[in-house]
């Protein structure tokens, strides 16, 4: 199929492996320094993949190329999280950020691409790594995002991010990237009955291995 057809990344069909960056923003509760709040973007709906759902402040994909951000090829996680909240957030983060995000253990992970993703490629297994950085914020930042990536970034409850979670809002993958920071910073044991820890946990279940996912004939393109 000629490349201009194609309407999302096709980096699936040649089973490359994907890797991408993922920003948590969050801030401890003034009264409470064990409530946390946690900052989320509202993807954009004119975006042709997950139009309106939720995601991190800032997360992208590895690029070769700076996308006229003023970086060269993303040779650094660092520098694709640089890029990323100058195009997704337009940089609204205060001097010397950078230095103080916490990169936690990257996340592997396997998905069917369905309609979400595009028209392209359904049922292909994409194959991705995902490494999250964490900020802690002592005041709320003034958001300035791109809104032709992000609609809004909205302040939200522990509890109301695990209703969304459960109500299947999030993009998938940064779903993912969000429980691993709820188990990370211990925020769902005394929230969560227990029954939404199962329900938890079946989100982050094991994927099937490579052999039992659906032959590449059976891949629409």
């Known amino acids: 199929m000629p490349r201009s057809n194609w309407t999302s990344n096709p980096t699936p069909v040649f089973g490359i492996v994907t890797t991408g960056v993922h920003l948590n923003i969050y801030k401890r509760d003034a009264n409470d320094s064990n409530k946390l709040w946690i900052f989320v973007a509202k993807r954009s709906g004119e975006k042709r993949t997950f139009s309106g759902m939720y ?3 800032a997360a992208g994909g590895y690029q070769n190329a700076g996308g006229g951000f003023g970086e060269a090829n993303d040779t650094t996680a660092k520098e694709c999280l ?16 950078l230095e103080e995000v916490k990169e936690a253990s990257p996340i592997q992970f396997a ?3 369905d309609e979400r993703w595009g028209k392209d490629f359904l049922g292909a297994p994409e194959l991705g ?3 999250p950085f964490d900020l802690e914020v002592k005041e709320d930042p003034i958001f300035k995002p791109n809104p032709d990536e992000v609609d809004s970034v909205e302040k939200k409850s522990v509890g109301e991010i695990v209703k969304d979670l459960l109500d299947h809002k999030f993009k998938p993958n940064s779903a993912l990237v969000m429980i691993d920071f709820l188990i990370r910073h211990g925020c769902l044991g005394d929230i969560s009955p227990g029954d939404v820890l199962d329900q938890m946990n079946k989100m982050l279940k094991k994927h099937a291995i490579v052999n039992d996912l659906p032959h590449w004939s059976d891949v629409k393109s």
């Open 129 to 131: 790594v995902k490494i």
């Open 82 to 97: 640089k890029r990323e909240v100058k195009e997704e957030i337009n940089g609204s983060l205060r001097a010397g950020w």
């Open 111 to 113: 998905v069917l691409r």
């Open 55 to 57: 995601d991190q402040c």
